[in-house]
């Protein structure tokens, strides 16, 4: 039975990396207004914390998400959702600032609407062979509002993401895989442990670097390649004046593993 009391969303600490667990399982993770907002604020955390440096979305049970819990966010979608409590960010990337620290998905069985479109915002997926993914919206009398429209097109091709969003036809990872739209398919319940085995690989590497590389595909994404390519120099000249730089310069040299500090 759902506990109206409990947290929707979990966060928790490992080093660097920041898991962001939705947690509303006997639900199937259907999203109320409180998991939207509480997942907009483990968003705004993990942007402010500069000890973090790549976050992970899971979520408890058997399913990712069922979607919309549409008896809790009908009856406010005429007048407009309010997801973005102050300290939030938005989780879409469709309002607010850009976040420039990376953020991976693991996906189990049920993956709709707003969870492919998690995906669709976020940097790298890895999906159970269990999940099944279905941007449904068309067949509830309404159109995809978290960023589908925008990016599910870029992702994986004009014709194959209207194939999906316009049937409202469910497909596999399998299918997910072929598309591009995830980047890894693992066994049913492998999908986190992989996920975390990427994370830290990234949390590794130099995290300014790291930033500024997010940072720079996604102004190339929204401004064009002539306004990334325009901020290249500067940013390789900022870069190499780092503490950073030089530590992986001398790990490089001495063939040791370096230990980058973010400065």
């Known amino acids: 039975m759902d506990d109206e009391a409990a947290p929707r969303v979990i966060i928790e600490r490992r080093g660097a990396v920041l898991l962001i667990g939705l947690d509303r399982p006997a639900k199937r993770n259907a999203a109320d207004l409180r998991m939207l907002q509480e997942l907009a604020l483990a968003y705004g955390e993990y942007a402010r914390d500069d000890a973090l440096r790549v976050a992970v979305v899971h979520a408890a049970g058997d399913h ?4 919309l819990d549409l008896a809790d966010l009908a009856p406010r979608l005429a007048d407009g959702l309010d997801l973005i409590p102050e300290g939030g960010v938005d989780p879409w990337q469709l309002t607010g600032p850009v976040l420039d620290k990376p953020v ?3 996906v189990q069985g049920t993956c709709l609407t707003l969870g492919v479109e998690l995906i669709l915002a976020s940097d790298l997926t890895i999906a159970a062979d269990s999940t099944r993914f279905g941007q449904i919206e068309v067949s509830r009398a309404i159109l995809p509002f978290g960023g589908a429209t925008l990016r ?6 004009w014709g194959d993401a209207m194939r999906w969003m316009l049937t409202g036809e469910l497909f596999d990872a399998a299918e997910a895989h072929r598309m591009g739209l995830v980047q890894e398919v693992v066994p049913h319940g492998a999908q986190l442990d992989r996920a975390l085995e990427l994370a830290e690989r990234i949390a590794a590497q130099a995290p300014l670097a790291v930033r500024a590389t997010l940072a720079n595909a996604k102004l190339a994404v ?3 390649d002539r306004a990334a390519i325009e901020r290249l120099p500067g940013e390789l000249a900022r870069l190499s004046a780092t503490e950073d730089a030089r530590t992986g310069m001398a790990a490089f040299l001495s063939r040791t593993a370096p230990n980058y500090q973010g400065r």
Do not use: C, D, Q
């Open 64 to 67: 990712f998400t069922g979607g």
């Open 104 to 106: 991976l998905v693991a």
């Open 152 to 157: 599910f097109p870029r992702a994986v091709g």
């Open 222 to 224: 929204r401004e064009g």
